[in-house]
C-alpha cells in the first residue's frame, strides 16, 4: 500500500507534512518501551530538492517516496549510539531526545548527501549536516516501494567535513 500524505501541525503551530518535535520523540520512546511492536513513523517526503540531489548522486528517481523510521531502527541506533561514554571513546555524542528532534532537519536541509552504494541489494544514502559545531550522520536505505526508510543516526563531536 503507497504511503500517503498526511499533515500534521509542528510544534511551532506550523502546518507541516513533517513529523517533527514532540511527535517524533514520542514515537521514539514507545519503540523503546515496547519492544514487542515495530510501528513505523512517516516522518516526511522527499521534496523536488531532495529528490534532484538525490538523483544526482545515486542515479535513481526518488519521487513520490517518503522518509521512514520504524522501532525497530529507534532501538537499534539506541543500542549501538545511546550509550554517553562508549560515544565519547569513538569522538561522538550520544544519541538523546535533542537528536531525535534533529532528525527532520538532517533529512530535510542536509549539508551534504551521498550515494553510498548497494547494502542487502537496496541503495544507501548518507545524509549529514553540521548543528551546534556537530556533525549529524544520517543513513537512509530505499527499503520498498516509494520508502527511505532510517537506518543509523550518529553525532560526531568534531565535524568530518
Known sequence: MPLT????????????????GSRLVEHVQDALSNPATNRRLVLGP????????????????????????????????????????????????????????SLPSVLQHPDHVEYLGMQNGAPQYGFWKKINGHAFTVLVERSGKQVLQVQSVRVHKNPLY
Open 46 to 101: 522527499v521534496d523536488e530538492a531532495q529528490r534532484m540531489q538525490l538523483k544526482a548522486v545515486g542515479g535513481q528517481d526518488l519521487a513520490n517516496h517518503w522518509f521512514v523510521i520504524d522501532g525497530s531502527n529507534i532501538r537499534h541506533v539506541v543500542k549501538s549510539h545511546g550509550d554517553p561514554i562508549a560515544e565519547a571513546l569513538r569522538g561522538q555524542s550520544a544519541v538523546d531526545s535533542d537528536v531525535w528532534t
Open 5 to 20: 500524505p498526511i499533515s500534521r501541525v509542528a510544534d511551532d503551530g506550523v502546518a507541516s507534512a513533517w513529523n517533527t
